[in-house]
Nanobody, 122 residues
Framework: QVQVVESGGGLVQAGGSLRLSCAASGSILSINTMDWYRQAPGKQRELVARIFSDDSTTYLDSVKGRFTIARDNAKNTVYLRMDSLKPEDTAVYYC????????????????WGQGTQVTVSS
């Protein structure tokens, strides 16, 4: 059984920083991509950052230069460092892992975390 668990959310003032963590655990052969999404009330979910197996990354334009995604392969963990936070960053942040579970079937499967709330006050 594979699980994905986020942590690190909280309440911060504009201009502050947070670091989110997401750990994938269970019967995992390998991890392809790990992503951070966010969703504010009444809005569509959007991809914030993605890190690939070769450590290349992509970012939502509005967070470029402020957010940094990184991974620790030994721990099957992805991080999102968020600096210079703005009220517009307020949302529930979700981790998504695309990975190959152990077993004969193989193939990529996607697992979502439960989300962690980030609130930025002005």
């Amino acid at each position: 059984q594979v699980q994905v668990v986020e942590s690190g959310g909280g309440l911060v003032q504009a201009g502050g920083s947070l670091r989110l963590s997401c750990a994938a655990s269970g019967s995992i052969l390998s991890i392809n991509t790990m992503d951070w999404y966010r969703q504010a009330p009444g809005k569509q979910r959007e991809l914030v950052a993605r890190i690939f197996s070769d450590d290349s990354t992509t970012y939502l334009d509005s967070v470029k230069g402020r957010f940094t995604i990184a991974r620790d392969n030994a721990k099957n963990t992805v991080y999102l460092r968020m600096d210079s936070l703005k009220p517009e960053d307020t949302a529930v942040y979700y981790c998504r892992a695309s990975l190959i579970p152990l077993g004969l079937q193989g193939g990529l499967r996607t697992y979502w975390g439960q989300g962690t709330q980030v609130t930025v006050s002005s």
